[in-house]
């Protein structure tokens, strides 16, 4: 892959003031719409891969 010679563009997110649960973040894109991060707990796992 060939390396880039000019700065690439970024995204910025900001976290919520407030957050509402100790399982999910809330968050805002560059445009202010809200969005939700949790953790997915494994439904089963193995050496070679984990189905979610």
């Given at each position: ?31 202010g719409q ?19």
């Open positions: 892959m060939e390396e880039p010679k000019e700065q690439q563009q970024m995204a910025h997110i900001d976290f919520a003031e407030k957050q509402f649960s100790d399982t999910w973040t809330v968050m805002f894109n560059p445009v809200p969005f939700c991060l949790c953790q997915m707990k494994h439904v089963f796992e193995s050496s070679h891969f984990a189905l979610l």
